[in-house]
């Protein structure tokens, strides 16, 4: 975010920002993958969607909003699903043990995807 709120997305390699903010992790391994279609989506392989996982680490909700803003906006970003467990309804102490996030699920659409 720029000092007059504008959000700006920038190649991580040129980011002022810490690498604790954002948090590679590897590709779902091709047993889990199997295992999460055949217990959780009965066979349905278009429900599958977080095959390649990062984390964004926000100070603020704002930020995060903001980032999602303009993921939005951005014609090259579908946004599959948003699993918001900020939301007041959501019962952390029951599910999480309290933790709360904000899961998005996107496709990136270029040329190179859609081959």
Request: proline share 3%.
């Amino acid at each position: 975010t720029t000092s007059d709120g504008e959000v700006s997305l920038v190649p991580w390699k040129t980011s002022p920002r810490s690498e604790s903010q954002v948090q590679f992790a590897k590709v779902k391994s091709k047993d889990r993958a199997i295992e999460k279609l055949l217990r959780s989506y009965a066979g349905d392989a278009s429900r599958l969607v977080d095959l390649c996982r990062q984390t964004i680490v926000f100070e603020h909700l704002r930020d995060l909003a903001r980032c999602a803003e303009k993921l939005g906006s951005d014609p090259q970003i579908q946004i599959l699903r948003i699993k918001n467990r900020y939301d007041v309804d959501y019962p952390a102490a029951q599910k999480s043990a309290g933790y709360r996030d904000c899961l998005l699920n996107l496709r990136i659409v270029c040329e190179a995807t859609l081959e």
